[in-house]
């Protein structure tokens, strides 16, 4: 086990070097560091707020996921500017995309799966993916930027509407819609496939993303008016590892 500060702080640190062996601008400099710095707080926040003191292995594949995308933030920062960075940035992408598959399978293995690894877990899919999209958007459309919002807007929307707030039940279809859309997104990134393959590949992410978060705002909304939450309101075992 690693402290979450000391984790990380290791993280920040390992932002740092990638971006120094990429050799990036001083621009996309600030977007990595400023991503990484944005994430490592939110992060022991939610540590701090679920009363958790210490990373498990899993959780240490995950920040390892969570650095490589502000690696891949700071590329896109550098693809604005001018440069072309797909040589780097589709590699960068399929590690991290790889590493989602491995997390999960850790923390069943160690079993250390938790609730805050599981958010953890969701965090880093959703901010890839974000990241992706803000790329993806130059050559596909501005539509393609829903992909990576999405997330936030639910989160937004759960903040201010109570009815949203009650926990979900299990659903691993919301990890394959994840993993559907970080490669559809790395495979538009590449544009190894004809344009009118990829905008397709895009049209049914953006299908499965409708669907998965629409199912969970459905069944919050058809249990509203249970305002006990005695009957619904599931335990929080089922907040642990999504992955």
Known sequence: ????????????????VLLAVLDVGAAAWGVGLGCAVVLAVAAERRATADGVGSLGPADLVTLTRATLAC??????????AGTDVVGVLVPLTVVALVLD??????ARRTGTASAYGGRLDGEADAFLILVLSVLVAREAGAWVLGLGVIRYAYA??????PWMQRPLPPRYWRKVVAAYVGVALALAASGLAPAATAYAVLVVAALLLT???GWDAVWLWRRRLNRTGTADVLPA???EHGR
């Open 1 to 16: 086990m690693v402290g979450v500060r000391h984790g990380l702080a290791g993280c920040l640190v390992g932002v740092v």
């Open 211 to 213: 669907e998965s978060f």
């Open 71 to 80: 690696g891949i933030a700071a590329l896109v920062a550098e693809a604005y």
């Open 237 to 239: 075992k089922v907040l």
């Open 156 to 161: 937004v929307a759960a903040r201010l509407l």
């Open 101 to 106: 598959l491995v997390d999960g399978r850790v």
